[in-house]
Nanobody
């Protein structure tokens, strides 16, 4: 059974930082690309960042320099380090495991940034 469990969300003041984690089980983590998405109230889900099986990363242009995606294959975990948070970063953050065009999703973790 595939499980992706996000954690680390919460309430933070603008300018603060959070690190999200996503622990995966039931998949061959090492060969999956992993991604973080987010969905703000009333908006479509948008891509935040991706990391391939060999560690190559890609970011939404608007988030470059503030967010960092990383992975620990020994722990089957992907991380999202978020810095200089803004109220517009408020959203539910989801991780996804991607392999051969198929995606598996976690349940999401809420991030709320207060002004």
């Amino acid at each position: 059974q595939v499980q992706l469990v996000e954690s680390g969300g919460g309430l933070v003041q603008a300018g603060g930082s959070l690190r999200l984690s996503c622990a995966a089980s039931g998949i061959n983590f090492r060969i999956n690309s992993m991604a973080w998405y987010r969905q703000a109230p009333g908006k479509q889900r948008e891509l935040v960042a991706t990391i391939t099986s060999d560690g190559s990363t890609n970011y939404a242009d608007s988030l470059k320099g503030r967010f960092t995606i990383s992975r620990d294959n020994a722990k089957n975990t992907v991380y999202l380090q978020m810095t200089s948070l803004k109220p517009e970063d408020t959203a539910v953050y989801y991780c996804a495991a991607i392999r051969l065009g198929s995606s598996r999703w976690g349940q999401g973790t809420q991030v709320t940034v207060s002004s």
